[in-house]
């Protein structure tokens, strides 16, 4: 009996010692499910919300696909023999960067925020950097220069600075300025213009000879303000749709030596009536990058002005745009630790931004947009990997995008910029430190078609106005140097001038 219960004595210290032992090496668990890691449950969403929010969310921005290459096309090289930024190049750059920094943005962040080449970064970008003397190269190093600095400020305490530095209603001018001169660039698309060397001037074009493109442009424009109002999902997709059915219609049914469908004629994209055929412009793509990268050593672009002011520039306009849409998107979704959760944001946004300049494409932006997808009850960053998955979806559908002819995206231009120019009621007019600014600023991007000299000129104006009315204790000392900085902009200017 002595030895039976000694045996049973160690039986049970060998079998404690194993539970103990396997209480210690317990393995990590990590969410065993999809809804386990994006945590549907603690946001209270589920797997079909998701995905509805997130193809809601691509219908509303799949516009991107067709307007920013027909933007960016217009940005020459800084070698005037070589010729235009290639069409294909920017539409696969346009939905890498958008598949990849979507991706990470879900992924990471855990928010159904979708990024994208941003309108009035890709005008910019085109407009007031890259026909400014310096090319699209010197815009794509511009692009990751801006990139660079938007980092820094963003994970340091510069960020701070910056936000109490420049008032909040000189800021939304320069958005306002961008709002107007997107919707001025789509009026041009739509055909609305005479134009000479191709760019605007202050005279309408020959309507009998543009009527039917501005006729379809302002209908594609007037359908997606109907659609607006009414709070359709995914309206400038569907707009863009009946614009593109109806274009397809008239140049398979106009005669073919007519001037709008023969050759040059703006209809001419979309006649298929001697076939139609699936091409890729793969070396196109690859001549952007390498024409880019190349110039890295070009002495014209580091001794031209334009350069580094639109450096500064696009810095800005890319800070102040993160944190106003990111700040908007986050708020609607109600999370704990805001602005925790926008810094990370803000922070993929940056890094993630260096991409587009290395590949050929305007910077990346967060895109209001997103709040179709979060209205649809979106409310991880699933619904973000879904929309970023349907942009590489839509790459094998390039040459129907090639087809829509600019005079349809044109009406997303202006639409876009009606939207963005809504701004105007929180600016503070009734102060003329603001009020004439903000006017200078518009009138100097519109006439000079170039958002650069609007913006130097609306802070200089600021700060003469804060001075002759003796407000300058009211302004942030960091005024000084940005408008001596703006001011010798301008000098230079002057001597490289042709």
């Known amino acids: 009996m002595a030895n039976t219960s000694k045996s049973n004595k160690k039986q049970a210290i060998k079998k404690n010692h194993q539970l103990k032992t396997k209480s210690n090496f317990k393995p990590i668990k990590g969410p065993k499910t999809l809804g386990g890691y994006f945590k549907f449950d603690t946001f209270g969403t589920t797997l079909k919300k998701e995905i509805i929010g997130g193809l809601t969310t691509f219908l509303a921005l799949v516009y991107i696909l067709s307007v920013n290459p027909a933007i960016l096309q217009g940005a020459p090289s800084i070698d005037g023999s070589q010729g235009n930024m290639n069409y294909f190049g920017i539409f696969l750059s346009t939905a890498i960067t958008a598949f990849f920094t979507t991706f990470i943005m879900g992924l990471v962040a855990n928010v159904p925020i979708v990024l994208t080449p941003t309108m009035g970064m890709n005008t910019l970008f085109t407009y007031s950097i890259a026909q400014q003397g310096i090319g699209f190269e010197g815009a794509m190093l511009a692009i990751i220069f801006a990139n660079i600095l938007f980092t820094i400020v963003t994970v340091t305490p510069i960020k701070e600075t910056v936000l109490k530095a420049l008032p909040r209603s000189l800021t939304l001018g320069f958005t306002l300025s961008i709002g107007f001169f997107i919707a001025y660039v789509g009026l041009q698309q739509i055909g609305l213009f005479s134009l000479t060397n ?223 120019s809504g701004v105007i009621t929180q600016i503070e007019w009734k102060k003329p430190e603001f009020a004439f600014a903000v006017v200078m600023t518009i009138i100097m991007a519109m006439t000079t078609y170039t958002l650069i000299n609007g913006v130097a000129f609306g802070i200089i104006t600021y700060t003469f106005v804060m001075l002759v009315t003796k407000k300058v204790k009211q302004m942030s000392l960091l005024m000084w140097p940005l408008s001596l900085l703006m001011i010798i902009y301008f000098v230079a200017l002057a001597f490289v001038q042709v």
């Open 198 to 420: 191709g760019l605007p001037i202050a005279s309408l074009s020959k309507l009998k000879d543009t009527y039917p493109m501005v006729l379809l442009g302002l209908g594609t424009l007037g359908l997606m303000l109907l659609f607006h109002f009414k709070k359709v999902p995914g309206g400038i997709a569907i707009s863009l749709l009946v614009g593109f059915a109806l274009v397809l219609i008239i140049a398979n049914v106009v005669p073919r030596d007519s001037q709008w469908v023969g050759q040059g004629g703006s209809f001419a994209g979309a006649n298929f009536r001697d076939g139609f055929t699936w091409e890729y412009d793969w070396s196109g793509w690859t001549w952007n990058i390498k024409t880019g990268w190349r110039a890295f050593g070009d002495s014209k672009i580091w001794l031209s002005p334009v350069f580094y002011i639109s450096i500064l520039l696009v810095t800005l306009m890319a800070f102040f745009d993160g944190v106003s849409a990111m700040g908007t998107l986050t708020h609607q979704l109600d999370r704990p630790n805001p602005q925790q959760l926008i810094k990370k944001e803000l922070t993929i946004d940056a890094t993630c931004g260096i991409l587009n300049g290395c590949i050929g494409t305007s910077t990346i932006g967060g895109t209001i947009e997103s709040s179709t997808g979060i209205q649809q009850g979106a409310r991880t960053g699933f619904a973000a990997i879904v929309a970023s998955l349907m942009f590489l979806v839509a790459i094998p559908l390039y040459p129907i995008f090639k087809m829509i002819p600019t005079f349809i995206t044109g009406a997303a231009c202006v639409y876009i910029g009606l939207l963005i």
